[in-house]
């Protein structure tokens, strides 16, 4: 899902290009109870690859690219944030912590 606000474009969700699903899996366990009552039973069945829907094969950075060169273009307030090194020890905090 995007979202945009205050000029700024917000992504909640994750992209999956050519990932391990079963690997996946096995690392989002979910509570069963979570389940109960509802349409999807697992975790499996609520995700895919895009590659798997491409018509030709793709390298990672092309299709990154090719993703950002679209939300620029629609969006033209639009710039990349890079992590500068105190971002960088944040997120390596946060991995230690969680």
Known sequence: MLKLSKNRLFHYGTLLFKSSLEKLSLALKANPIKFEDKAAKSLR???????????????????????????????KYCSIYDFTDSDNYAVKILEVLF
């Open 45 to 75: 069945n609520r995700v895919t690859n895009i590659c798997d829907y491409l018509s030709a094969p793709l390298e990672i950075e092309v299709f990154k690219k090719m993703i950002l060169d679209k939300i620029r273009k629609e969006n």
